[in-house]
């Protein structure tokens, strides 16, 4: 089960997502099954079917979304989190054989098309949860089980 929280900025790329897809590609796509339906014959027209597909996709991301929207809890930042790794911190971990990572915790929805985020969900991230600066965490995974010291805990404060 996919935890629904998301940051401030995560929840305005989500709306903006579905806002693109709403008022352009939406509107660009049924213009492109209209045209390809002037054309005549639509059992052997690639425009149309390919087009029509695309719209159905389109169709079901914004479904997706829009009750996303309504399902995902905010978190904003709070003083309370400062020391700790919680939902919406950038950890900066470090193993013994000396591999430095950074990345932010965030919610599902947050991490894709992203480098540095890993979802609140992932092993890595149940592993750091409300550990501080210094102490170790056991992560495990299918590969087996990987030792990571907290080295650097921050958070990105909005208003």
């Known amino acids: 089960m996919k935890t629904m929280l998301i940051?401030?900025?995560?929840?305005?790329?989500?709306?903006?997502?579905?806002?693109?897809?709403?008022?352009?590609?939406?509107?660009?796509?049924?213009?492109?099954v209209s045209w390809a339906a002037s054309l005549g014959d639509r059992s052997e027209n690639a425009d149309y079917?390919?087009?029509?597909?695309?719209?159905?996709e389109i169709d079901g991301r914004?479904?997706?979304?829009?009750?996303?929207?309504?399902?995902?809890?905010?978190v904003h930042y709070s003083s309370f989190q400062e020391g700790k790794v919680m939902f919406g911190a950038w950890v900066e971990i470090a193993n013994d054989k000396g591999k430095q990572i950074r990345f932010r915790i965030v919610g599902g929805e947050e991490i894709i098309?992203?480098?540095?985020?890993?979802?609140?969900?992932?092993?890595?991230?149940?592993?750091?949860?409300?550990?501080?600066?210094?102490?170790?965490?056991?992560?495990?995974?299918g590969a087996g089980e990987f030792v990571w010291r907290i080295a650097k805990i921050e958070y990105q404060k909005t208003e």
């Open 49 to 56: 079917h390919y087009n029509k597909k695309r719209l159905r």
């Open 113 to 141: 098309n992203t480098k540095d985020y890993i979802s609140v969900d992932s092993p890595m991230a149940m592993a750091l949860l409300n550990k501080t600066v210094g102490e170790e965490a056991i992560v495990k995974t």
């Open 7 to 32: 940051t401030p900025e995560g929840l305005e790329k989500v709306k903006a997502e579905l806002d693109h897809l709403w008022r352009v590609e939406r509107p660009e796509t049924t213009q492109k």
């Open 62 to 74: 914004i479904r997706y979304l829009r009750k996303c929207i309504d399902d995902l809890k905010v």
